[in-house]
């Protein structure tokens, strides 16, 4: 436009040599002596033409891609398939993106074959719904490129019941959740459960991660017992969350009243994108070895479920449709609420992070009222 607009009164004779470096809108506005345009007259009126930069043919590296679907039941196969399109015919590099909470995130990446084709399978191991895109960077001599984008979303395999709404944080105040852009270790006393409880906690976790996106970790077993008090009893050091059946002398949890506990043990002040928050660094649940009746496997299973939505940060609910109601067995898988509250504290909300003050960024979670554990 600029050259456009200068060359154009450079040739009617408007303009001295010397506001041609001006911007067209100066220039426009400049004063036109008559006499400058006979003083510079010959060399402004050939050099322009020279020196008028050859038009650069950009590269113009485009990316197009096609989504199999915008929805796909958790575990199912879906992918993106596409072309990058440029000038030479290189291998692109090219990545799968989600927009998180926090921003767009890598999830997947692959290289174009010498015709610029791709395919990428896009993850479907958790629920979420989420805008996704594919982009090639720049590379010496093409520029980038983004596709359009397209919301995806993995939706349950079930029809989950009651409302999306009944669900509540263990601790509104403050909010608290992991970081989901961790993984999250555990370990599991279970020298005091019954044979098989130990396959109804690695699938209890497993149902966690599919609906939150948090990643967990099982690193063996423990004589660790979660008490629901900062700092108490020892943990092996790569331990984030412990999952313990105990009898009730061997820790100071109430179970008068309830057979089973589970909540955080220790916290600091982190930081989303919705703002200052509880970020918890240490936490888990404690199952009364002397309940009567003992821990069948789908009892077991059902109460880790709610256990572990307090471990992450959720709270109780009056719908019995929940895993997150209290005071009843069943119903054995999420509900509506307990999906929405696993998204809310999980992967597609963003990382949290920790708030580091000078000389200490560890808080005291008990005096933050942060501290929190329920039956
Ligand atoms: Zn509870």
């Known amino acids: 436009m600029r050259h456009v607009l200068t060359s154009f009164a450079l040739m009617v004779g408007l303009l001295a040599p010397a506001t041609v470096a001006g911007s067209a809108a100066s220039a426009e506005r400049a004063p036109v002596p008559s006499t400058s345009a006979t003083g510079g007259g010959a060399a402004s009126a050939d050099r322009p033409v020279a020196a008028r930069p050859k038009k650069k043919r950009k590269n113009r590296t485009k990316v197009r891609a096609t989504w199999s679907a915008s929805s796909v039941q958790i575990g199912g196969l879906a ?5 990058v399109k440029d000038k030479g015919r290189l291998k692109r590099k090219v990545v799968l993106q989600m927009k998180h909470a926090d921003g767009w995130k ?14 990428l399978q896009v993850p479907s191991d958790w629920l979420y719904s989420m805008k996704s895109r594919v982009l090639t960077k720049k ?6 490129a983004k596709s359009k984008t397209q919301r995806f979303q993995v939706v349950p395999d079930f029809v989950p019941a009651g409302s999306p709404d009944s669900w509540s944080y263990l601790n509104p105040a403050n909010r608290l959740r992991w ?24 699938r209890a976790f497993g149902a966690m991660s599919g609906a939150s996106g948090l990643r967990f970790k099982f690193k063996g077993y423990t004589e660790a ?34 057979h089973a506990w589970g909540g955080v043990q220790d916290a600091v002040w982190g930081r989303d994108r919705k703002g200052r928050l509880g970020k918890i660094t240490k936490g888990g649940t404690t199952f009364d070895a002397t309940t009567p009746g003992g821990w069948p496997y789908m009892k077991a299973y059902d ?11 959720l709270g109780h609910v009056d719908d019995p449709t929940q895993i997150m109601a209290t005071g009843v067995e069943g119903p054995y898988i999420y509900g509506a609420g307990d999906l929405t509250g696993m998204r809310t504290i999980g992967k597609q ?18 005096d933050a009222g942060l501290l929190v554990a329920l039956p």
């Not at 890598?106 to 395919?119: C, D, I, L, Y």
């Not at 909300?349 to 580091?356: A, Y």
Request: hydrophobic fraction near 30%; include cysteine.
């Open 349 to 366: 909300k963003g990382c949290v992070k920790t708030i580091r003050r000078r000389g200490a960024d560890m808080i005291s979670p008990a």
């Open 179 to 202: 970081n989901p852009c961790q993984t999250i270790s555990y370990r599991v006393n279970v020298a005091q459960a019954p044979a098989g409880t130990e396959e109804a906690i690695h």
């Open 106 to 119: 890598k999830v997947q990446s692959t290289k174009t074959n010498k015709k610029g084709e791709f395919a």
């Open 303 to 313: 109460v880790l479920l709610h256990e572990l939505g307090h471990v992450v940060g």
């Open 79 to 83: 992918a993106v398939t596409g072309k």
């Open 225 to 258: 017992i979660y008490r629901g008090r900062p700092g108490t009893g020892k943990w092996e050091r790569d331990t984030d969350l412990v999952v313990s059946w105990a009898l009730p002398e061997q820790t100071t949890l109430d179970f008068s009243g309830a």
């Open 139 to 144: 590379k010496k001599r093409s520029p980038g």
